[in-house]
């Protein structure tokens, strides 16, 4: 145990995954998992397009590391505890991967800033951006090395001390920059593509026969889907039994027996999903619920034609048209966090205007002014973009039917 490796080789493994993903045409960013002795246990990188398609929001390089962690480990891996573990990652993590990192208790060390969405936006390293019981966490736990040199590149060291097994503590500027510069050549491209073909009226998917390939891909995944329906974005005490039964799943999947919704612009219940934290910690129903929603589009659009992918698109529209209904509202916590940043990662853009409580809850989890006051603070692309803002539900008796 006294294999020993230098931030900048680790960072160098961490850019030659962002090129990867850059390759594959999704964000270029990539990381890699070291041990408590800087050996690597994992590599991985950015996979949110597949195929020139969004396919999982969620698929960022460290969320993915944290789920194969845990994964291995729920298959009997006998992998050390994050505490001893090293995440070192070519973009300063987002919200949600963030939330990830510090539920399960990894290091991480980070190469390029990200100004709009990470989560040490303003290079402070104090992270503001985090509930107050969170900060000291992080800047125990994010490191951001220094970068030697003359350009704007180059950085003082900041954050948390890195592990000892690290020799060499910096990291080369030709390498920080090689980091930021992948992310920047993809990231308005890829955002752009996470709204394609947003502009055309959307359908109602309940007007399609019962036996219509989407209407069974669609109950493959949540055999429920459209049998419930309310007024457009105003959920009702009709949507309470399937968040209960939802809710007990997720009590036997090893979660606190919570249960996220997703439905459509017309009202229809599409999802409605516990979590699977006994395979991840992770894997909160939130996580499952937009997760599942874009596999389901990605799977039914991959090897169609544009015709038929505009189809697909009217009748399952991008969520943000729709509305998440989470049974419990978000709180101080890191998975809250995560909560809160997966959701921002879904909706990567301004909401549309006459959309305004896409993100709903049932039973409070804060106080609602604590919880915009925390929603304002989080990085540009959360506050001044999308404008997070989540709101109890309207409705009295689905209040009632979950007290
Ligand atoms: N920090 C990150 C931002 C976007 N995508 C990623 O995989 N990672």
Known sequence: ????????????IAAAEALAAKTEGTFGVGGVLLDGAGNVLQSMHNKVVQGGLV????????????????????????????????????????????GAILAAGFHVVVAAPDGNAGINYDNHASFTALPAPLRAQAASRFCYPAVRGATPYARAASGARPKSFFIGKSINEATQALCTLVFESMASQVMQLLHDGDAGPLCDPASLPHDHALVRALRQRYPDALTYRCAPHVPDAGLAPF???????????????????????????????????????????????TRQYAQLRHALMMGKDSAQQETIKRYLGHPKHGTFVLSGGLDGSAASFMTLGAYGSTMEGALPENNPAQFQYVRPGMAQDALLALCQALPPLYSKLIKIEPRQVADAALIAALA
């Open 55 to 98: 396919a999982d929001p969620t698929a960022h390089g460290e969320r993915q590391l944290v789920d194969w962690y845990f994964a291995q480990v729920s298959a009997g891996a006998a992998l050390p505890p994050p505490q001893e573990l090293t995440i070192v990652t070519s973009l300063d993590p987002c919200c949600m991967c963030t």
């Open 243 to 289: 968040l209960r039964a939802a809710m007990e799943q997720d009590r036997r999947n090893g979660g606190a027996g919570e249960a996220a919704a997703l439905l459509d612009s017309f009202g229809n219940l599409l999802l409605c999903l516990p979590g699977q934290q006994s395979q991840s910690l992770i894997r909160t129903p939130f996580m499952e619920c």
């Open 1 to 12: 145990m006294n294999k020993t490796i230098d931030i900048q080789a680790a960072v160098a």
